[in-house]
Each structure stands twice: as structure tokens, then as C-alpha cells.
């Protein structure tokens, strides 16, 4: 887990990037209100990379809302959905994937998410519950009658988790675009860089001790 405050001085090219990542998806974690939606449409923008919401995601596979989910299935019903479509998700490649707040607690998805590279929109508790009271969004984890003490427990059963990501980007409110070149220029310094290719043809050694230039 590399944490980064501040973007970098040198932003890298955001199209050298998505070459470097090859293909690599980007799954944006973190509490809900994390802006990871808002932030992930200008980072795919950046990168030429196509943006899926996996919350909405789901609602189109249900052909229900999250809520109705949630009433219906309850959570561990929710869970499952959210594992099989977090599958399917990651058989496509060049996407940011903003995640469900809960998609890390189940483990089964950890192997899907390291398939790419996971970042973790660290958003501060009082900036959360900030921008959750003016989101009208039904948040049926948070359908409590204090849902600040709420918040704050799943907050804290949540954050070891979220700390097993690739990256952190600590937010402190600034605008989605901001934040989105925060996690680029991050994105270099935990990419190994390319093996460059030969510059001339190996060699190979028959099961004579000859040296041959091919396998011909």
C-alpha cells in the first residue's frame, strides 16, 4: 500500500499510462461517499479507459434497485449478486470500476480485485457523513437512527481492509477531477517497468552443445 497526499510534480502522460498498465483494470475502493464514481469518470476519461459503476451494475442485473435487494435478499443475498457480477466485471479489461463500499469484506472478491490494480479513496469520517446528509441516495447499511455512530463502525471493521489496496489517495475534499490526478500520478510508482525487449535473437543451445540462433 503506497498513501499519497499530494500529486506529483511530473504528472505522467495519462495515455503512456494505460500502455504501461496493459490492460489492467482499476478498482476504486472505499467508503460509500468516497466520491469513487465521481472520481472514476474523469480518470477513465484520462486514460481512454471505459468507466462501470458496480452498483449500477447490479441493478441492471437484478432488475431491482439496491434497497429492494437488500429488503428482499438481505445482505448476504446482496453480497452474493455483488461477487457474481464483480466476476463478470473483471473478464473485461481497460476499465475503472468504481466498487460497492462492502465489496471488501468478502474474500472471494479479493481475487478478482487483484486481478488489476485497487485503489482506495480514503475519505475522511466527517467528510463522509458531509456529503452522505446531502446525497439522497438510500443507503440501506446506513438506516439507522444514528447513522453517524453507524458510519463510524463500519468505518472501523472496514478500513483494515481498504488498507490491503495498492494505493491510498487521502482526500481532504477537493474536486473528483483533483483527485483523479492524484491517483495518476501515483499510479507510476507502483507499476514495475516494462522489460524491454532483445536486441538481438537469443540464442539456444542443442542437446549437442551447438549454438543455434532459432529453434529451426
Known amino acids: 500500500?503506497?498513501?499519497?497526499?499530494?500529486?506529483?510534480?511530473?504528472?505522467?502522460?495519462?495515455?503512456?499510462?494505460?500502455?504501461?498498465?496493459?490492460?489492467?483494470?482499476?478498482?476504486?475502493?472505499?467508503?460509500?461517499?468516497?466520491?469513487?464514481?465521481?472520481?472514476?469518470?474523469?480518470?477513465?476519461?484520462?486514460?481512454?479507459?471505459?468507466?462501470?459503476d458496480a452498483d449500477?451494475?447490479?441493478?441492471r442485473v437484478a432488475g431491482r434497485s439496491i434497497p429492494e435487494v437488500f429488503a428482499e435478499d438481505g445482505e448476504e443475498g446482496f453480497r452474493l449478486l455483488e461477487t457474481q457480477v464483480l466476476n463478470q466485471i473483471a473478464c473485461i479489461q481497460r476499465l475503472v470500476v468504481a466498487t460497492g463500499g462492502g465489496v471488501v469484506t468478502r474474500p472471494q472478491n479479493w481475487g478478482h480485485l487483484r486481478q488489476g490494480v485497487v485503489v482506495w479513496l480514503d475519505a475522511p469520517e466527517p467528510?463522509?457523513?458531509?456529503?452522505?446528509?446531502?446525497?439522497?441516495?438510500?443507503r440501506p447499511l446506513l438506516n439507522d437512527a444514528d447513522s453517524a455512530a453507524r458510519l463510524g463502525d463500519l468505518l472501523g471493521r472496514r478500513r483494515p481492509l481498504y488498507a490491503q489496496a495498492d494505493l491510498t489517495i487521502r482526500q481532504d475534499g477537493r474536486p473528483p477531477e483533483a483527485v483523479a490526478a492524484q491517483v495518476l500520478a501515483a499510479l507510476p510508482t507502483i507499476l514495475r517497468e516494462l522489460t524491454p525487449p532483445p536486441q538481438a535473437p537469443a540464442t539456444l543451445v542443442d542437446g549437442e552443445g551447438r549454438i543455434t540462433p532459432s529453434l529451426n
Open 127 to 138: 467528510l463522509l457523513l458531509e456529503r452522505l446528509r446531502n446525497d439522497p441516495t438510500p
Open 56 to 59: 449500477d451494475t447490479l441493478e
Open 1 to 52: 500500500m503506497l498513501p499519497t497526499d499530494q500529486p506529483s510534480e511530473r504528472l505522467s502522460d495519462p495515455r503512456a499510462l494505460a500502455r504501461r498498465l496493459q490492460g489492467l483494470n482499476l478498482y476504486l475502493v472505499g467508503m460509500m461517499g468516497a466520491g469513487k464514481s465521481a472520481v472514476g469518470r474523469p480518470l477513465a476519461d484520462a486514460l481512454g479507459y471505459t468507466f462501470i
